[in-house]
């Protein structure tokens, strides 16, 4: 069974870093992509990340460009997302998620970031 | 870059009603690569409909999708009191992957 547990959430100040894990069991992090996906207090889903496969390509929403970077521990089983440079737009509560191709089959159930002073 | 605009933005329904929810892209989605997800109070969305048209493991047949190009639908037959829900369509054929706005279906 497929199961996605996300943390690392918590308070940051403008300009901070913060990194999210994403403990993935129930199947093997090496053979499939992931995602990551946020949605500010009251809002939309927005995609954020995303890591092929085989971790050869990543691709990235325009907003987090240049600021985060997506990567993974196979031997862990573990996804991450190292935020840099964080601002007030980017406090949402972020979902890792499991892909199929490009498909996000599975979901996490959240952990949440807040960049405040 | 693909923006998924969906309509209506809410829907008053009574339980046994139909549905139909829609999803437009400003330009083709490519293999029709087009996902809607459902998302309740609390909880993380959960996967309806992927291919456009093709029900997750385990989502009713009250659920169905259709369309293809730019023009999408979600249908729900028969409204249960556990539909009442956000809905959102997304494009997964593309980078950058893009969500609709969503389509809030509300108890009238």
């Known amino acids: 069974q497929v199961q996605l547990v996300e943390s690392g959430g918590g308070v940051v100040q403008p300009g901070g870093s913060l990194r999210l894990s994403c403990a993935a069991s129930g199947f093997n992090l090496s053979y499939y992509g992931m995602h990551w996906v946020r949605q500010a207090p009251g809002k939309g889903l927005e995609w954020v990340a995303l890591?092929?496969?085989?971790?050869?390509?990543?691709y990235y929403a325009d907003s987090v460009k240049g600021r985060f970077t997506i990567s993974r521990d196979t031997s862990k089983n573990t996804l991450c997302l190292q935020m840099n440079s964080l601002r007030p737009e980017d406090t949402a509560v972020y979902y890792c998620g499991k892909a199929r191709g490009w498909l996000l089959d599975h979901w996490g159930q959240g952990t949440l970031v807040t960049v405040s002073s | 870059e693909i923006v998924l605009t969906q309509s209506p933005g809410t829907l008053s329904l009574s339980p046994g009603e139909r549905a139909t929810l829609s999803c437009r892209a400003s330009q083709s989605v490519s293999s029709s690569y087009l996902a809607w997800y459902q998302q309740k109070p609390g909880q993380a969305p959960r996967l309806l409909i992927y291919?456009?048209?093709s029900r997750a493991t385990g989502i009713p047949d009250r659920f169905s999708g259709s369309g293809s190009g730019t023009d999408f639908t979600l249908t729900i037959s028969r409204l249960e009191p556990e539909d009442f829900a956000v809905y959102y369509c997304q494009q997964y054929g593309t980078s950058p992957l893009a969500f609709g706005g969503g389509t809030k279906v509300e108890i009238k």
């Open positions: 890591i092929r496969f085989d971790g050869s390509s990543k």
């Open positions: 291919d456009a048209s």
